[in-house]
């Protein structure tokens, strides 16, 4: 069975930073891509950033050149640097995984991010 954790949210002040970690753990293919998404109030969940196990990655438009994924893949992890925090970033952030050739899909439990202005 495979979980994931997320760690790493809170509250912070706008132009403050934060990161978020996420553990998988059980059966993880080694062909895989990580990623966060965000759901604000009233909002559809939407894309944030995401990494294949080779390394590429892509960024919504609305966190290019503030934010920064990466992987260590030893630990099966992914981490989200979130910099240069706006009050439009505050919302619940879920990690997911797409597993193996299947790209079988696994949500985190969430974690929440507020950013006051």
């Known amino acids: 069975q495979v979980q994931l954790v997320e760690s790493g949210g809170g509250l912070v002040q706008a132009g403050g930073s934060l990161r978020l970690s996420c553990i998988a753990s059980?059966?993880?293919?080694?062909?895989?891509?990580m990623g966060w998404y965000r759901q604000a109030p009233e909002k559809q969940r939407e894309l944030v950033a995401r990494?294949?196990?080779?390394?590429?990655?892509n960024y919504a438009d609305s966190v290019k050149g503030r934010f920064t994924i990466s992987r260590d893949n030893a630990k099966k992890t992914v981490y989200l640097q979130m910099n240069s925090l706006k009050p439009e970033d505050t919302a619940v952030y879920y990690c997911?995984?797409?597993?193996?050739?299947?790209?079988?899909?696994?949500w985190g439990q969430g974690t929440q991010v507020t950013v006051s202005s």
């Open positions: 997911n995984l797409l597993n193996g050739p299947t790209r079988r899909e696994y």
């Open positions: 990494i294949t196990s080779g390394g590429s990655t």
């Open positions: 059980g059966t993880i293919f080694s062909i895989n891509t």
